[in-house]
């Protein structure tokens, strides 16, 4: 039986949009990813999931 994606396509297209929207914000503000991610109180792995569209990012805070 083949594995089925249970993210729909426009929950994809809409995360990977929101995360190049979020790479031009900081390339435009000349912010490093790090920068970014410290200010945000994230780890810079979780910034780049954000970046690159990743739809299993929580944003569950401790």
């Known amino acids: 039986m ?6 729909p396509p426009r ?5 990977t949009s929101i995360g190049a929207q979020l790479v031009a ?5 000349r912010l ?3 920068q970014v991610a410290d200010r945000a109180g994230i780890a810079r ?3 780049r999931r954000v970046e690159t569209g990743d ?4 944003s569950k805070h401790q």
């Open 55 to 58: 739809v299993g990012v929580s």
């Open 32 to 34: 490093t990813a790090a």
């Open 45 to 47: 792995n979780t910034l």
């Open 25 to 29: 914000w900081r390339k435009l503000q």
């Open 11 to 15: 929950v994809k297209s809409s995360a």
């Open 2 to 7: 083949p594995w089925l994606d249970p993210c």
